[in-house]
């Protein structure tokens, strides 16, 4: 009757923390874009007033803290590696972020595919239309995570419930 017992609470559990784990990937989401959107501002900073290059740019991001819980900051290059162009890397390091989701990728992929061909002003009004599309979709995902996150949190918790009085 115990083992009985545990096991039916342990099936709560399950439940609970499959809604947790859901709603957290929304918070995630959330705030990666959050991240982002700072990070482009950083990037509008350093064009603008110090005149630096993607790849001075990419260095001066690498050794901020509290950008390295995106992964395609890491990965983007600092130096030209003589093989692939500084676009290129952009790409692939904004495919390979598993924190950002697709429609982040998408708008930081298009950017990518224009980094470099242009002035100093046309890369600015690029990163600040970024900007507004990135911010956009931080409301969006803000809204969501507002009514989906405790939605999924609600629905693991009741669902593991429901599933051990089924099995009692």
């Known amino acids: 009757m115990l083992l009985k017992f545990i096991g039916l609470i342990l099936i709560v559990l399950t439940g609970a923390s ?12 959330r705030n990666s874009s959050r991240l982002l959107v700072e990070i482009v501002g ?3 900073t350093f064009i ?17 803290q509290a950008y390295s819980e ?7 290059p600092q130096d030209y590696d003589g093989q692939h162009s500084f676009s290129e890397m952009w ?22 595919a224009t980094v470099g061909s242009s002035d100093t002003d046309g890369q600015l ?5 970024l900007r507004t599309r ?25 669902g593991g419930l429901m599933l051990a009085i089924v099995l009692m």
């Open 18 to 29: 499959w809604g947790n784990v859901k709603s957290e990937r929304l918070k995630s989401e």
């Open 42 to 44: 950083q990037i509008s």
């Open 48 to 64: 603008r007033f110090k005149g630096l290059t993607f790849y001075e740019i990419a260095r001066e991001l690498q050794s901020v």
């Open 70 to 76: 995106l992964g395609f900051i890491c990965n983007i």
């Open 91 to 112: 790409q692939r390091a904004a495919d390979g972020d598993s924190v950002i989701c697709e429609e982040a990728k998408d708008l930081l992929k298009n950017f990518g």
């Open 125 to 129: 009004s690029e990163l600040e239309l």
């Open 134 to 158: 990135l911010e956009t979709l931080e409301k969006k995902q803000s809204e969501i995570y507002a009514q989906k996150g405790r939605l999924y949190r609600g629905v693991g918790a009741l």
